[in-house]
């Protein structure tokens, strides 16, 4: 398993774990990942590496797969973490549905 979730995180946005990043970025806005590829990204792979950026400044890194909490999900209400269902805070909501990603 080459990610937390075993699942496809390919083209899609996720939330790092909070005892992953320094304290003072571990508000969910600052956690908000979106992933381009790595094999990390896939479920069944021998490697960890998952490539992307992050939402609220556009900083591109790498993640270990394992750094992964969540997939955030768009909903009709907007979009928030998939488990747990927490609401995220507006400037990154506006963020997520103002990208082109988030609206296919």
Do not use: W
């Not at 970025?25 to 990942?33: A, D, M, P, Q």
């Not at 768009?74 to 990603?101: F, I, K, N, Y």
């Amino acid at each position: 398993m080459a990610n937390a979730l075993n699942a496809v995180l390919t083209d899609k946005t996720v939330l790092v774990k909070a005892d992953s990043m320094a304290e003072e970025y571990r508000t969910i806005e600052c956690r908000l990942f979106r992933v381009v590829g790595g094999f990390g990204a896939q479920p069944f792979t021998s490697s960890r590496t998952v490539f992307g950026a992050f939402v609220f400044d556009g900083s591109e890194d790498r993640l270990d797969g394992y750094d992964v909490e969540a997939i955030v999900e768009p909903h009709e209400d907007g979009v928030h973490p998939g488990e747990p269902d927490e609401q995220c805070p507006a400037c990154a909501l506006a963020r997520l549905t103002s990208t082109p990603e988030a609206s296919s």
